[in-house]
């Protein structure tokens, strides 16, 4: 997957708010990629533009590609793009919690996964309408609109052992007894670990995982990134992974990209960009990461703050932030340049 020079812009009660800014990046076969930078500089909308799920009305893509092969994702109707959503590029949220149906057990959620997957790959209509057996139908009456959950049959043998396998895959432990589960029954780690095996379920050739280990102990944590890194290469897909944490960033990724107010700032393999930054951005990050002991350890934060994304700078938006700062960086917006083979920067110390 290719995104080149894609915008996106909210709309706010004090004016439309640039979210993205111009950003592109590549994600290559069989790569973890690691989008990092602070809160509020664009990654999670990044990730909501690749799938499709920009909240209509409030978001809008005013330019850029989204290139899936031949194909620009952006020039399909809801419709066409839906047909994508899921098969083709899976997502998994930040807080699994949130994102799975607390009413309803865990193999009923991964199996309706599994039968989205088969309807589309075989085109089968009965399939389609079993496939929504867990949307919410509603009665609306003159005080409040009040969600009804139709009651389903339980899920034929083959479908079960469909289920079932979907959770080996991501080791969950006796996942005959977790399929009669319900969310709230799980820990934290067994909630991702069964919104992976939803994701993974559809067969998407691409990832997209939004924090998805933001809620999780650190041993948890740890756990998650090395079963997302190994089932990578198991079903042959691509990740791109969101997180504000450099230090998660280094364990398991492939290639870094560095966004801050929307722009793409620095993309790169992940020991060129720890073992050499060239934006004084990622130098920031990385400066900020603890080291010693935490007696004598001291903490080097970034001064300043993100600019104002309704009023954004006519130059780069780090300059005001920056001790290397120049005259042409106040004037002119700097272009995303390969520095070094395969080491991308936006920086005016490397060149226009």
Do not use: W
């Amino acid at each position: 997957m290719k995104v080149t020079g894609l915008t996106v812009e909210y709309s706010t009660s004090l004016g439309r708010a640039k979210a993205l800014d111009n950003a592109s990046l590549a994600i290559g076969k069989n790569k973890l990629i690691r989008i990092v930078g602070e809160s509020g500089c664009g990654k999670s909308t990044l990730a909501l533009a690749i799938i499709g799920l920009l909240p209509p009305g409030v978001a809008g893509t005013t330019s850029g590609l989204i290139e899936y092969g031949s194909l620009d994702l952006n020039s399909l109707d809801e419709e066409k793009r839906r047909e994508y959503r899921g098969t083709e590029i899976g997502m998994i949220f930040q807080e699994p919690l949130t994102s799975l149906n607390p009413v309803y057990k865990v193999g009923d959620q991964i199996e309706e996964a599994i039968l989205v997957r088969m309807a589309r790959e075989k085109g089968m209509k009965e399939l389609a309408a079993r496939s929504n057996v867990m949307q919410k139908t509603y009665t609306v009456n003159s005080t409040a609109r009040t969600p009804r959950f139709r009651l389903r049959r339980r899920m034929p043998g083959d479908l079960s052992n469909q289920v079932i396998e979907a959770l080996k895959v991501v080791r969950m432990p006796d996942p005959e007894e977790i399929i009669e589960r319900y969310p709230f029954e799980l820990s934290g780690g067994m909630r991702q670990r069964v919104m992976i095996a939803m994701a993974l379920a559809e067969k998407p050739s691409l990832l997209v995982a939004d924090e998805p280990t933001t809620a999780l102990d650190v041993t948890t944590q740890a756990q998650v990134l090395k079963l997302m890194r190994e089932l990578m290469k198991e079903v042959d897909a691509s990740i791109l992974m969101i997180t504000h944490d450099m230090a998660v960033a280094a364990q398991v990724a492939d290639q870094i990209v560095v966004i801050y107010a929307g722009d793409v700032v620095e993309d790169a393999g992940v020991f060129d960009l720890f073992s050499e930054p060239l934006h004084p951005y990622t130098k920031g990050l990385l400066s900020c990461i603890p080291t010693g002991s935490k007696e004598d350890a001291e903490l080097n934060p970034i001064p300043g703050r993100l600019p104002d994304n309704k009023n954004l700078p006519v130059g780069c938006k780090f300059a005001a932030r920056c001790q290397h700062a120049m005259d042409v960086c106040i004037r002119k917006r700097p272009r995303l340049i390969e520095a070094k083979p395969g080491h991308k920067v936006a920086c005016f110390l490397y060149g226009e």
